[in-house]
């Protein structure tokens, strides 16, 4: 097998996925799939900064009662601990 042969080869083997993805990328355009995925994916990440804004919001809550609480005299060691963050490892 020569050089030009096995260059050949290597490209023929290596853009097949390319070229399958291409020909899927055409069909979800022109059959719409791709617009609905795109307004899926938009609608997940509008729900995603919502869920974000909210929890920050909440945040911003506690620690205002928290800090409430202390100015009107309750036992700072009294307060029941931060939440912690579990990690994933």
């Not at 050089?3 to 059959?31: C, F, H, M, N, Y």
């Not at 909440?58 to 205002?64: D, L």
Request: aromatic fraction near 6%; glycine fraction near 4%; avoid cysteine.
């Amino acid at each position: 097998m020569t050089v030009e042969q096995l260059t050949a080869l290597v490209i023929a083997v290596g853009s097949a996925p390319v070229v399958i993805k291409i020909i899927d990328w055409i069909k979800a355009t022109r059959s719409g799939r791709a617009q609905a995925e795109k307004r899926s994916n938009r609608m997940a990440l509008n729900q995603l900064e919502e869920e974000m804004s909210y929890r920050r919001i909440m945040q911003e809550y506690a620690s205002q009662l928290r800090r409430l609480l202390i100015d009107m005299g309750f036992p700072e060691d009294k307060l029941p601990e931060w939440p912690t963050r579990k990690v994933r490892s």
